[in-house]
């Protein structure tokens, strides 16, 4: 069983045997607890700044950003958003409560599927968990009503994020989803601004893999 | 595994410095990388003390691996994931094999992975009918060329915009011939159609890991290009490939590894994706893999434990040491031979494959100190090239003349009136012999450098005597 050499291996490089009970007991109590390490200082700004602080970095990463004041603007919103891009109003949308209660006939144009993205898809809408001031980068978990693939897959990701989301640092982030979500989702997508690539020539270059735009609807309210 | 051509750096070196095409990439690549990190470390007061806690999060994890590997094996499993421990790359190839073949698969997409291509996991698929595809856009361009990464996160680090365009149209031949690719986008717009269909229709995903979490049993990625989450949420399996030492504790402490991460390898404040995985799909769930295995790689890392080298266990793979070194900028990633070039590798080579195969790297070294400057887990490298140099010398592993003029140096320089009266010899004989043209074009037993230029003559005395001169006509104070 490699496993037990691994471990044996180990032990004798540190020169002792398994750790002994009360010192495991002590890096259990460590991992329960979690402590924070030193976070930055830059996010750390009152509520309204913090929020400046997370638009101006999604568009320093090269994303886009709409503020609307309520959820009843989102459609519009997203409308508009397609309409200026020249794609066509073919949407996949995340099965979320909080999307499916807008009320999206507002647009009639706007053709939406629930699900989660195939091939064929081409825009987005995904329902944002939290967002990070600190970098412009939203935090995006799975579930049922959170597919991965609108994330990824799609040429242009659009994620709907309410505005009391934002938080500081990545740390808030985490505590939002302990608290919020309790169990570690199965996949947890840290997205700052739209798919990228340096391999050509070491420079950025936008339009890699992922999504080849990525805008987030900013709801106030 | 890749066979290793490090016991022939220094003609591969002189193949590397006499190669316009890389000396080119080199030249363009250096600057750019040191560039932006060095806006990006200007933009993070706290960027010092940062690395110092990324030290200290990883020697306390290296201190109790044993624990912290367990811990997380109970969280995968938990999970509904499964762990596979393989002590050598054979076990880990065997595993890897074996899941793919259970799967019955005949695709297998990849995330860009350095322990993969310390297993050489794509040559062992293919034997057994299995075909790889490479995502990332250098690896793919690498795997179309039949060659090897020469950077640990630029894996084109030596190729120029002529060598993508001549491999993509001699590799894409079923695409209109004379379509024209003027510029970069061109190339990343062509690679992303040819690969979308390999995503969707692969059987299984390998990814590797940056970093393994002892708290949740998660893998994480970090990713520009999105093709490593790509390749962990389409198929109905996903591999992640991971050695040992990617282990943390808590999501805290990776959330902090990854501050010093991107600004020390690309120069930018995060990465586009950074992705956690936790499992195969949940109850419920539309989308995600449906088995989630880990395949946990020791392949030499134990026994660097509780050795001088166990500190490049830290190492986090970021690549500022290789865009910092000028070793590397001279000559390249594949002059070292074996998968891991710059300094990081001049370490952790010998380690893993043998100081008898690699004792040359530790040797391609300036000890100028700069790799050590930016390295975001303080892993002092020069001087663990220099134990690995100790050892060589120990084992008599190098040519006769240079232990011979070693041992003659040794000799003088533990001797300090004998070494000064040499040097004084030295530099008044040569400055003598140099006193008219004030530099030498030719000398002796230091052809290397006199071939490629000058040796300015020795003016004046030693610095000894001018130090001892200048100390005494010092006015008291």
């Known amino acids: 069983m490699s496993k037990a050499g691994i471990l044996n291996a180990i032990r004798r490089g540190l020169r002792r045997g398994p750790l002994p009970e009360d010192q495991a007991a002590m890096l259990r109590g460590r991992l329960e607890r979690h402590p924070r390490q030193l976070i930055p200082a830059r996010s750390r700004l009152p509520r309204a700044e913090q929020i400046d602080l997370f638009v101006a970095n999604v568009e320093k990463e090269f994303g886009t950003v709409a503020r609307v004041a309520d959820a009843s603007d989102v459609p519009a919103a997203v409308a508009d958003y397609v309409a200026a891009q020249n794609l066509p109003g073919v949407l996949v949308m995340a099965p979320h409560p909080e999307l499916r209660a807008i009320d999206w006939s507002v647009r009639p144009l706007l053709e939406i599927r629930e699900g989660r993205a195939e091939g064929t898809d081409v825009v987005s809408v995904q329902q944002g968990f939290a967002a990070i001031a600190e970098t412009g980068t939203l935090m995006l978990p799975s579930a049922a009503e959170r597919p991965t693939t609108l994330n990824i897959l799609t040429d242009t990701a659009i994620v709907v994020l309410r505005a009391s989301r934002v938080v500081g640092a990545y740390e808030d982030a985490w505590d939002l989803l302990r608290s919020d979500i309790g169990v570690m989702p199965r996949n947890v997508m840290l997205v700052t601004g739209p798919s990228r690539s340096a391999d050509i020539e070491q420079t950025l270059e936008l339009g890699a893999h992922g999504p080849r735009r990525l805008h987030v609807v900013l709801v106030d309210q | ?477």
């Open chain 2, 1 to 477: 595994m890749h066979v290793a051509t490090s016991s022939a750096f220094k003609e591969n070196a002189h193949r590397a410095l006499g190669d316009a095409g890389l000396q080119r990439a080199l030249a363009r690549s250096g600057t750019s990388f040191i560039a932006r990190r060095a806006a990006a470390v200007a933009n993070l007061p706290e960027f010092e003390q940062l690395r110092d806690t990324a030290r200290d999060i990883k020697n306390h994890t290296l201190a109790n691996l044993d624990f912290y590997l367990e811990a997380y094996e109970a969280k995968v499993l938990a999970a509904g994931g499964q762990v596979h421990w393989c002590a050598d790359a054979d076990a880990a190839r065997a595993a890897v094999l074996e899941i793919c073949e259970t799967a019955g698969a005949r695709t297998v997409t990849k995330g860009k992975s350095m322990i993969g291509e310390e297993l050489a996991i794509n040559e062992h698929l293919e034997r057994h009918g299995i075909e790889p595809v490479e995502t990332d856009l250098g690896e793919y361009i690498i795997q179309l060329r039949h060659e090897t990464p020469s950077h640990i996160i630029a894996p084109a680090f030596h190729l120029n915009m002529e060598d993508w365009e001549e491999t993509f149209r001699k590799s894409h031949i079923d695409l209109p011939a004379d379509r024209v690719f003027a510029e970069r986008r061109d190339i990343l717009t062509e690679a992303r159609d040819k690969l979308r269909s390999r995503f969707l229709a692969a059987d299984v995903g390998i990814t590797g890991a940056n970093f393994l979490i002892a708290e949740t049993g998660s893998s994480v990625i970090v990713t520009n290009e999105g093709n490593g989450d790509l390749t962990q949420t389409l198929p109905r399996v996903h591999i992640v490939l991971a050695s040992i030492e990617k282990m943390v504790p808590t999501i805290e402490d990776c959330t902090s590894l990854l501050r010093v991460l991107a600004r020390s390898a690309t120069g930018q404040d995060f990465s586009v994706y950074t992705t956690f995985s936790t499992g195969p799909r949940r109850v419920g769930d539309l989308d995600g893999p449906e088995e989630y295995h880990v395949v946990l790689v020791d392949n030499g890392r134990s026994a660097m434990i509780g050795t001088e080298f166990q500190e490049m266990l830290r190492c986090i793979r970021c690549a500022a040491c290789l865009n910092h070194c000028p070793v590397y900028g001279a000559v390249g990633g594949h002059a070292y031979g074996w998968v891991y070039p710059g300094p990081m590798g001049a370490v952790l080579t010998p380690s893993l494959i043998g100081v008898k195969q690699a004792g040359h790297l530790p040797n391609a070294s300036t000890f100028c100190g700069k790799c050590e400057s930016v390295c975001p887990v303080r892993i002092p490298l020069p001087k663990l090239m220099r134990h690995w140099r100790e050892r060589e010398f120990e084992r008599h592993l190098g040519p006769a003349s240079v232990r011979w003029n070693l041992g003659v140096w040794g000799f003088v320089a533990r001797r300090p009136v004998l070494y000064r009266m040499v040097t004084r010899a030295a530099a008044l004989g040569l400055g003598w012999l140099g006193r008219k043209r004030g530099r030498f074009s030719r000398m002796p037993l230091a052809r290397g450098w006199t071939d490629a230029r000058d040796l300015p003559a020795p003016e004046g005395d030693t610095f000894f005597a001018r130090y001892a001169r200048e100390q005494r006509s010092r006015v008291p104070s």
